[in-house]
């Protein structure tokens, strides 16, 4: 990932059209839904935890807040729960599924 979505907005010359920040908006909250959907909360989403890349795909980071609403087992760690449902460390929005 190239930056994160404040630096984005923050460097772009140009503003971005309408639909586009529809679209982005949409993919964030299509993730958190996906999230709680796993009994999973992030409790941080804001600009600096969402990662872009040069096509403008992005994907949520930081889970270090994040909280389950699932007990979890005594061999694992709150980050290692995370680590295996998300391996790769962040989830791509457009196609997290």
């Keep these: 990932m190239d ?7 923050k460097n772009k ?3 971005f059209n309408l639909d586009k920040i529809r679209s982005v908006g949409h993919d964030i909250l ?5 999230l709680h959907e796993k009994g999973l ?5 804001k600009p600096e935890n969402i ?3 040069g096509d403008r795909e992005i994907k949520m980071a930081d889970f270090g807040s ?8 005594q061999t694992f760690t709150h980050h290692l ?9 962040g989830i791509d929005l457009p ?3």
């Design 3 to 9: 930056c994160n979505l404040y630096e984005f907005y």
């Design 13 to 15: 010359k140009s503003l």
């Design 30 to 34: 299509e993730a958190a839904a996906y």
């Design 41 to 45: 909360f992030h409790r941080d989403i």
């Design 51 to 53: 990662l872009v890349n």
């Design 66 to 73: 994040c909280k389950s609403t699932q007990p979890l087992s």
């Design 81 to 89: 729960h995370i680590q295996s449902i998300f391996p790769h460390g």
């Design 95 to 97: 196609k997290f599924f």
